[in-house]
C-alpha cells in the first residue's frame, strides 16, 4: 500500500431537503483497500456511496481522487466529461440489482466489451477475446458468450456484472449489496470470486451492506452509520470483535448465530 | 378561375405560413452550421399522418422556391403512392414545376433512397426521417441520449455492431446504417440502405433530414465527411448483387427485387426508377427487357 490516498472524502453531507442523508463525513481510502459502510436500512450508506461515486452530487463536502498521473482532483469540479470518462475506465459500479449494471438485452459477451469499444477498442476479435478471457476469469462458461444475462441466473448476472466493470481494470470498484438476495452458497462463491479478485487485481473498493459477515470477509477497515453518521470507524476485525459504540454493539449481537 | 387559382388562394405559398417557414429555415441554417447533430424544432401538423414524411414535407416546403423544380421520390420510385402524393400537393399549394428526372430537380424529397446518379452542386437532398436518433433503441432515455451526443460517447454504437457480428457472423445492419459526420455526431442516415452510405460521403448536394414526429432536422452540408461505423477485422462494405437489372442491365446499382407469379418466378430491377428509363432510352437493355411492360411516359 502506498502512503497517498487515492480517494479522500471530505465532510460530505446531502441533505434530501430538510432531511438528512448523511451529515459531515469524512474518510480516507488508500490502494488495495478495502472499505465496508455498514449499517441498517435507511441509515445512508447507498446516499453516501453514491456521493462518492459522483453519481449523486453533495449538498457540501468534497470528494477527491488521485488520477493515473499522481495528481489529487476534486471530481465535482471536474468536468461532466472527464468525470464520466473515469467513471467508465478506472472505475466500477456493481448495483444490487444486476439488472441496473447490466444491458439486460445484448449479449454476455458485448456487456463486457462494451467498455473497451466506449474507449476506442474497434477489433471485433480482440474484444471477444478479452470478453471470453474474462468471462472465465469470473467462473462462466465462454459458450455463453453469446446469451444474454436475462437467460443467466442471478448469481451470474452478479459475476457478469463484475466482469463489465474489471474488463478496463479499474482501480477502485464500488459495490452497492453486492450479495444481495443471493442464496448463501451462492454468497461465498460471489465472495471468493470478489475477493481473489481484488487480491489479485490490487483493487481499492468500497462494499455497502447491511450483511456484517460479508464486511468481514471482504474488507480491511469499516464504518459503521447510523441515521446518517458514521458513529464508528476502525479496522474490520477490531469493530467486529470489540464494538465500542452501543449501536454497533446492538448490531453486531444481532448477527444471527447457526 | 381555375381550381388551382383558387386553391392557390386558399394556402399561402408552399402551405407553411411565413412564421413557421422562417422557424424551420433556423433550425435547418443551426443544422448545416453543425454538421449530423440534431436539432429540435417546432413540427407542425401536416395534412398526412406521421410517418408518411410530415418532416420531409415542412423541410421541403420551407426552402422551396418559385423557381425551384421539385423531384419526389420513395423507395427510389416516382410512381408510388406517397411520391406521387407529396409531388401532387406541391403542384397544388406551390405551383412549383415537377419532374422525375433527377439532374433537371432542384430539390428531391426521399424516403429510402439516394438517387443513383450524382447529385451535383446546387441541388438540395431532403429526407423523411421517421426515428433521427441512432441510439434510440439501445438506450431508450431521451436526456441520455443527448449527454451521449454532447460527450461523444458513442462506445454503445459499436456494442449494436458487435452483437450483429456474434449473432450473425457480419455486420447485418443493412439500413439506417449509423454514420460518423465529420468525425463528431453519430448520425442516422434515415433508413436508407447502407449501400447509399457512401453516396452521402463528400456529395456537393446539400443534404437536409426531417424527422416530423420526432420534432427534429439534421444536416449535411456539400463536401462533409460522412463514415459508416465498423470494426478493423469487420470493414464496412455495401450489399453487393450477382446480377444486372433485369430491365436495363445496369451493375452496381440498388436492386428490388419483384415477384412475378406464384410459381417462384422473380426479377431483379433498378430501385431508381428515373435512372433505369433513362438507360432505357438510351438502349441499354437487361435480360428481361423484351417481357416486359412498356414503360409509361
Known amino acids: ?258 | 378561375m381555375t381550381i388551382q387559382q383558387t386553391d392557390m388562394a386558399t394556402y399561402n405559398f408552399a402551405y407553411l405560413d411565413e412564421q413557421t417557414k422562417r422557424m424551420i429555415r433556423r433550425a435547418i441554417l443551426k443544422a448545416i452550421a453543425i454538421p449530423g447533430y440534431q436539432v429540435p424544432f417546432a413540427s407542425r401538423e401536416m395534412p398526412m399522418p406521421y410517418g408518411w414524411g410530415t418532416g420531409g414535407v415542412q423541410v421541403t416546403a420551407s426552402i422551396l422556391g418559385p423557381d425551384d423544380v421539385l423531384k419526389v421520390i420513395d423507395q427510389g420510385a416516382d410512381d408510388t403512392t406517397n411520391a406521387v402524393s407529396i409531388r401532387a400537393f406541391f403542384q397544388r399549394v406551390a405551383n412549383v414545376a415537377v419532374t422525375t428526372h433527377t439532374k433537371d430537380a432542384t430539390v428531391i424529397q426521399t424516403r429510402h433512397r439516394i438517387p443513383e446518379e450524382t447529385l451535383g452542386k446546387g441541388q438540395v437532398l431532403v429526407y423523411q426521417v421517421p426515428i433521427p436518433e441512432p441510439l434510440r433503441y439501445l438506450e431508450p432515455r431521451e436526456t441520455e441520449t443527448r449527454k451521449m451526443h454532447a460527450l461523444e460517447e458513442y462506445g454503445l454504437m459499436h456494442v449494436k455492431l458487435y452483437e450483429d457480428i456474434a449473432r450473425n457472423g457480419h455486420i447485418a445492419t443493412t439500413y439506417a446504417y449509423p454514420v460518423k459526420v465529420e468525425g463528431r455526431y453519430v448520425m442516422d442516415p434515415s433508413p436508407t440502405p447502407k449501400f447509399d452510405n457512401p453516396k452521402m460521403h463528400m456529395s456537393e448536394a446539400l443534404q437536409l433530414f426531417g424527422a416530423g414526429r420526432e420534432k427534429r432536422i439534421y444536416a449535411l452540408p456539400p463536401h462533409t465527411e460522412v463514415v459508416s461505423l465498423d470494426f478493423e477485422d469487420h470493414p464496412f462494405e455495401v450489399q453487393k448483387f450477382d446480377q444486372p437489372c433485369a430491365l436495363c442491365g445496369a451493375e452496381g446499382v440498388y436492386l428490388d427485387e419483384v415477384i412475378l407469379d406464384d410459381k417462384g418466378g422473380r426479377m431483379f430491377v433498378c430501385s431508381d426508377t428515373d435512372h433505369c428509363e433513362k438507360r432505357r432510352e438510351e438502349g441499354h437493355r437487361g435480360p428481361l427487357a423484351a417481357e416486359a411492360p412498356e414503360m409509361q411516359s
Not at chain 1, 445512508?44 to 456511496?49: D, V
Not at chain 1, 489479485?200 to 459477515?213: E, K, P, Q, R
Request: with cysteine; hydrophobic share 40%.
Open chain 1, 1 to 258: 500500500m502506498s502512503d497517498q490516498p487515492l480517494l479522500r472524502v471530505n465532510a460530505v453531507t446531502k441533505y434530501y431537503g430538510g432531511r438528512i442523508g448523511c451529515e459531515d463525513v469524512t474518510v480516507s481510502l488508500w490502494p488495495g483497500e478495502v472499505l465496508a459502510v455498514v449499517g441498517e436500512s435507511g441509515s445512508g450508506k447507498t446516499t453516501l456511496l453514491n456521493c462518492i461515486s459522483t453519481r449523486l452530487p453533495p449538498t457540501s463536502g468534497t470528494v477527491e481522487y488521485r488520477m493515473r498521473d499522481g495528481q489529487m482532483r476534486d471530481l465535482y469540479r471536474m468536468g461532466e466529461a472527464e468525470r464520466r470518462l473515469l467513471m467508465r475506465t478506472d472505475w466500477g459500479f456493481v448495483h444490487q440489482n444486476p439488472a441496473d449494471g447490466l444491458r439486460m438485452t445484448v449479449s454476455a459477451g458485448a456487456n463486457v466489451g462494451e467498455r473497451l469499444m466506449a474507449v476506442g477498442d474497434r477489433h471485433y476479435g480482440k474484444i471477444r477475446a478479452a470478453a471470453g478471457d474474462w468471462l472465465g476469469r469470473v467462473e462462466i462458461d465462454v459458450d455463453r458468450i453469446d446469451d444474454q444475462p436475462r437467460d443467466f441466473s442471478g448469481g451470474m448476472r452478479q459475476r457478469l456484472q463484475i466482469a463489465r466493470n474489471l474488463v478496463t481494470g479499474p482501480r477502485l470498484v464500488f459495490m452497492d449489496e453486492p450479495t444481495g438476495g443471493l442464496d448463501v452458497s451462492v454468497q461465498a462463491r460471489l465472495l471468493d470470486l470478489v475477493r481473489s479478485l481484488v487480491a489479485d487485481l490490487g483493487l481499492s473498493a468500497i462494499v455497502v451492506t447491511h450483511d456484517l459477515a460479508v464486511a468481514r470477509l471482504l474488507s480491511h477497515r469499516m464504518l459503521v452509520m447510523k441515521d446518517g453518521h458514521v458513529i464508528e470507524h476502525g479496522l474490520t476485525d477490531r469493530v467486529l470483535d470489540d464494538p465500542q459504540e452501543p449501536y454497533t454493539q446492538l448490531l453486531v449481537s444481532s448477527i444471527l448465530q447457526v
